[in-house]
């Protein structure tokens, strides 16, 4: 089967299967402090970071998704393109691997000309530095974007289940070290919904890797989603709920979050979700599933869920009294672990 038919298959099985969103929802075992005397204005709550050496208006990431040479695939990609841009957030692609196999689909990663000032990122599989690509394609999809950093995504689950997957990941700790190395941008590692652990994260930052995407369990399900394309295998129903949860992970993350970038995925859903992410030390919260539908219909839509989860995210700030986001990062004091007991 073809990378572009494949990709489509994706897209189709995400929008036709809800259960490929696992909701998860680890992020109801914590709550925010309420603060019933905020002592700020609502209007007042300002929202905006720094991430990849670019200002954001709000610490959120349209995560990774697509990019091909069908005609919807190439909508897709442009409606997240024009409604990053208008709203300040920062885009990441799909897999690039596509266009050094269908030059045609280049045009769904050309995307520089309609977000000219958020922050962009190009994406390739790390297994693909077993299977033939190196640092000359991985220069080429940071070019093609003219992006800010590179994606290396892992994804051991989603090609253990993939008919068709790509099973030799052995070796690649160097191959990764080697390419931060030698691109001109930075390497982001991240995983696609299974979790990066705590540990692989303080072995990336031992090998110099700065920016982790943890992309953790709850949300999209990639085992669920090859189980669909497997011909009756069930492997993929046995490990649809396999990984870690993303607020987990940044519970473990917390003695070493203020020397790294950590970029919360996996499950969020809302406002709140980032908020509760950034309070548990992520720098941004990213999101996928949630922004599929909005974009295979236009860019206004992609426009409104953006805006939704800015308003969750400022209503959030202000109930905790806090109108800076940097007066939320690694605040415990704004956090309730129920799982702990208090507050039960
Ligand atoms: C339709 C779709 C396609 C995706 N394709 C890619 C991809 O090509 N590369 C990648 O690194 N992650 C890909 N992902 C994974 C997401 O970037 C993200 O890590 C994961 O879906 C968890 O976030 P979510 O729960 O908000 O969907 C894809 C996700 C979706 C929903």
């Known amino acids: 089967m073809s990378i572009g038919q494949r990709k489509l298959d994706h897209l189709r099985l995400v929008i036709d299967d809800p259960q490929v969103n696992r909701q998860g929802n680890h992020f109801d075992q914590f709550r925010l402090a309420h603060c019933a005397l905020p002592e700020c204005d609502l209007k007042d709550i300002d929202t905006r970071c720094t991430f990849l050496g670019k200002e954001l208006q709000l610490p959120l990431l349209i995560s990774s998704m697509t990019g091909g040479n069908h ?35 280049l045009d769904s990663f050309s995307l520089r000309q309609l977000a000219p000032t958020v922050p962009l990122i190009a994406n390739i599989g790390a297994v693909q530095l077993n299977y033939g690509l190196g640092l000359a394609q991985a220069q080429t999809a940071i070019d093609t974007l003219d992006a800010d950093g590179l994606y290396c995504h892992l994804n051991p689950l989603q090609e253990a289940i993939q008919p068709e997957g790509d099973t030799n990941f ?17 390497l982001l590692l991240k995983e696609v919904g299974s979790g990066l652990s705590p540990k692989l994260i303080q072995q990336g930052m031992t090998r110099g890797i700065c920016y982790f995407d943890i992309a953790g369990q709850g949300g ?13 295998n069930t492997n993929g129903i046995t490990f649809q709920d396999w990984g870690l949860p993303t607020p987990w992970i940044l519970q473990q993350c917390r003695p070493f979050a203020a020397h790294t970038t950590l970029i919360a995925s996996g499950g969020l859903r809302n406002g709140i979700d980032v908020v509760k992410s950034l309070v548990l030390g992520a720098r941004i919260g990213g999101m996928a599933a949630p922004f599929l539908q909005p974009a295979m219909e236009s860019t206004q839509a992609v426009i409104q869920t953006i805006e939704q989860i800015a308003q969750e995210i400022r209503i959030a700030m202000f109930l905790l009294g806090e109108s800076h986001l940097d007066a939320i990062r690694l605040n415990d004091s704004l956090m309730i672990d129920l799982s702990e007991g208090a507050y039960r």
């Open 71 to 105: 005609p919807d695939i190439i909508k897709i990609n442009r409606h997240l393109a024009e409604a990053a841009e208008a709203c300040g957030v920062a885009l990441a692609v799909g897999s690039q691997r596509i266009q050094f196999e269908q030059p045609a689909a």
């Open 170 to 186: 052995s070796g690649l700790w160097n191959k990764i070290e080697s390419l931060s190395q030698q691109i001109n941008k930075p």
């Open 220 to 232: 999209t399900s990639w085992s669920r989603i090859e189980h669909h394309r497997s011909n009756g």
